[in-house]
């Protein structure tokens, strides 16, 4: 179920994204952080066609094309918070996390690599 996401405040995201930088972020900065950073990405390719899922903190359908409803989406990606960060701020590259095993996805769309980093 996606969760409601908003754009923080960069005097907010700015000192957040200093710590994770610096491996010192806590579970309040990857919630606010991965939050945020979905919130983005949902602004830079808003649609319904993949469900982004970064558990336990929020999931998000994003790529226009398919429209998702209900039950399973016609694509699926799913990663955890610290990797979600670094793809977002382009600590990281999409084929490098996928082919290390650090993401799955699945589906037509489900390769987020055009839209990243967000910063």
Same mark, same amino acid.
């Given at each position: ?30 919630r606010l952080l ?12 808003? &649609? @319904?066609?993949?469900?982004? /899922?970064?558990? !336990?903190? =929020?999931? *998000?359908? +994003?790529? &226009? @094309?398919?429209?998702?409803? /209900?039950?399973? !989406?016609? =694509?699926? *990606?799913? +990663? ?11 600590? =990281? ?27």
């Amino acid at each position: 179920m996606p969760a409601r996401l908003r754009l923080v405040d960069p005097a907010v995201v700015g000192p957040a994204v200093e710590r994770f930088r610096d491996g010192l972020a806590d579970g309040d900065d990857l919630r606010l952080l991965t939050k945020h950073f979905l919130a983005v990405l949902s602004k830079k390719a808003p &649609g @319904g066609a993949v469900e982004l /899922r970064v558990p !336990p903190y =929020a999931a *998000v359908q +994003v790529v &226009g @094309g398919t429209t998702h409803k /209900r039950g399973t !989406p016609p =694509a699926v *990606v799913e +990663v955890d918070a610290p990797t979600w960060l670094r793809l977002a701020l382009g600590y =990281a590259d999409w084929a490098t996390v996928e082919r290390e095993g650090g993401l799955s996805a699945s589906g037509e769309r489900s390769d987020l690599s055009a839209y990243l980093p967000l910063v």
